[in-house]
C-alpha cells in the first residue's frame, strides 16, 4: 500500500523551507555588518553605520559630562 500526497500539500512546504532559508540570510548578514574581528596586534576604528539618535553633530566628539585625566 503506497500513500499519496498530492501537489497542493507539499508544494506550500517548499514556500516555508525557502522563506526561513532567506530570512535566515538576511540574519546572518545583519550580524555580519555589525561585528568586527580586530586582533590584539592591529588597531582598528570602526564607524558606526546608523544610530537611533541620529548623527553626531558638526564638531565630531560628544561629550559625555566626564572630565578626563
Same mark, same amino acid.
Given at each position: 500500500?503506497a500513500m499519496?500526497?498530492?501537489?497542493r500539500?507539499?508544494?506550500w512546504?517548499?514556500?516555508?523551507?525557502?522563506?526561513?532559508?532567506?530570512?535566515?540570510?538576511?540574519?546572518?548578514?545583519?550580524?555580519?555588518?555589525?561585528?568586527?574581528? &580586530?586582533?590584539?596586534?592591529?588597531?582598528? &576604528?570602526?564607524?558606526?553605520?546608523?544610530?537611533?539618535?541620529?548623527?553626531?553633530?558638526?564638531?565630531?566628539?560628544?561629550?559625555?559630562?566626564v &572630565?578626563?585625566?
Amino acid at each position: 500500500m503506497a500513500m499519496y500526497v498530492s501537489f497542493r500539500q507539499t508544494s506550500w512546504f517548499g514556500v516555508y523551507v525557502f522563506a526561513f532559508i532567506l530570512l535566515t540570510a538576511f540574519l546572518m548578514f545583519g550580524v555580519w555588518l555589525c561585528f568586527r574581528y &580586530i586582533p590584539n596586534n592591529f588597531v582598528g &576604528i570602526v564607524e558606526k553605520l546608523w544610530s537611533s539618535r541620529g548623527s553626531v553633530p558638526e564638531g565630531g566628539k560628544r561629550e559625555l559630562g566626564v &572630565i578626563g585625566g
